[in-house]
């Protein structure tokens, strides 16, 4: 099984409608991250969350939210979806590493999402 | 932030050695140096991290000269199942949200 699960895999959906990405996680970690990838280019951060009391803002989190039900579970949201979101979606968790390593991002296998 | 500078693309062939370079002429003193591995419609997957001189596991080995203004990503005798996008990223500890991806170098494995 996956450490990093993220629902749905695809995802078609029409301008105007709020669509929900959910991740789940098996690692055990407190750091979770959603990412965005567009075609040809590096990944932007969202949003980051190091808690679950903790939610932060990324470079590009205009047009999105997140909620971070558990320590396992971070999930976001499009309230209103419009084509340029369209793109794959991924969500990390981190280790955070141990004095002697740095932080060590581990990815879930990402969700295409395509807003028609 | 660290910025990174690392070719778009290179081509090699299987059995050869690649190495890829990364700039980073304003690493911090505490930044260390990480580079992952995206395949496509995957999510990116961490090869190897270091600090200074040499790190080696089993995937790759990293070689960052003394001042730590680039370091080398070496992967010994590449087969057509290492063509991928790989990131170079710089950020110190504790700091994952400052992780930044740019473009990566896009890795073609000829036969």
């Known amino acids: 099984d996956a450490d990093v699960t993220q629902t749905p895999r695809n995802r078609i959906t029409k301008t105007g409608k709020r669509i929900m990405l959910e991740c789940s996680q098996t690692k055990g970690h407190d750091r979770m991250y959603w990412y965005r990838q567009d075609p040809g280019l590096g990944l932007r951060l969202i949003y980051y969350?190091?808690?679950?009391?903790?939610?932060n803002k990324g470079e590009i989190s205009d047009g999105y939210s997140v909620s971070r039900q558990a320590q396992a579970k971070f999930s976001l949201s499009l309230e209103s979806a419009i084509p340029n979101q369209t793109a794959l979606y991924f969500c990390a968790t981190s280790d955070p590493g141990d004095g002697a390593t740095n932080e060590k991002l581990f990815f879930g296998s990402g969700t295409q999402l395509s807003v028609l | 932030l660290a910025k990174t500078t690392q070719p778009i693309s290179m081509d090699s062939y299987e059995g050869q050695e690649v190495n890829i370079t990364c700039s980073h002429n304003n690493i911090a003193t505490n930044d260390y140096i990480t580079w992952y591995q995206q395949f496509p419609s995957q999510g990116p997957r961490f090869i190897i991290q270091?600090?200074?001189t040499k790190v080696t596991n089993e995937v790759a080995s990293l070689f960052i000269p003394a001042d730590r203004k680039s370091s080398t990503l070496s992967l010994p005798r590449v087969s057509l199942s290492d063509t991928a996008v790989y990131y170079c990223?710089?950020?110190?500890?504790?700091?994952?949200?400052?992780?930044?991806f740019g473009p990566g170098t896009r890795l073609s494995v000829l036969p």
């Open positions: 270091g600090y200074k």
């Open positions: 969350s190091f808690d679950v009391k903790d939610i």
């Open positions: 990223l710089v950020a110190g500890p504790n700091y994952g949200q400052n992780f930044v």
